[in-house]
């Protein structure tokens, strides 16, 4: 998934919740593309880590990031081990198996912020395959059956960057 070196804005929803997270921690920026989160967290003074099959849109290595090439979906062990964040961001990005991985990676007291497709975004474009959106309240019931906090959820259109059906969360683990 790649957002190129991007002008797009970061995401109103991790905007919105970013300062849930604790200043200064690190924050796993799962799928990152073309980096506008990682972009935003940084020159938020988070430490980052941006994964990503496809790395070349992202910035530099350096103090405060770290940037990982991996590909999630190839049957290949989680790239992380058992680091855990305080936060952990995915947008417009969905692939089930990984649930389990992206739980136990959240550190006690994270935040998870997710957004991504929900089913009936095909009217409006890509994805369209079922197997990238979200069922209806799919998010809400991964974060609620993990016993975390929700602290925000929306489900429905939205206009920007481009007219999609969306499904999004924001949730801390309890500590």
């Avoid at 970013?18 to 430490?47: C, E, I, M, N, S």
């Avoid at 990982?68 to 062990?77: H, K």
């Avoid at 961001?89 to 994270?110: E, Q, S």
């Avoid at 009217?123 to 990238?132: A, Q």
């Amino acid at each position: 998934m790649s957002d190129g070196p991007t002008k797009t804005p970061p995401s109103p929803w991790v905007r919105r919740f970013l300062p849930a997270l604790p200043p200064g921690g690190q924050v796993l920026d799962l799928a990152a593309g073309g980096g506008r989160h990682t972009r935003y967290l940084l020159d938020k003074g988070f430490r980052v880590v941006a994964l990503d099959r496809e790395i070349g849109a992202l910035p530099p290595p350096g103090a405060f990031l770290e940037v990982i090439a991996a590909d999630l979906e190839d049957g290949a062990p989680w790239p992380l081990g058992k680091r855990q964040f305080n936060g952990i961001v995915v947008t417009n990005y969905l692939h089930r198996p990984l649930f389990p991985a992206l739980l136990a990676a959240l550190a006690p007291d994270g935040v998870l912020i997710y957004e991504t497709f929900q089913r009936g975004n095909e009217r409006y474009g890509k994805p369209s395959n079922p197997d990238f959106l979200l069922e209806p309240g799919e998010l809400l019931r991964l974060a609620e059956g993990a016993g975390l906090t929700v602290l925000g959820y929306f489900s429905g259109y939205a206009a920007a960057p481009k007219p999609a059906l969306v499904q999004c969360v924001a949730a801390r683990k309890k500590a």
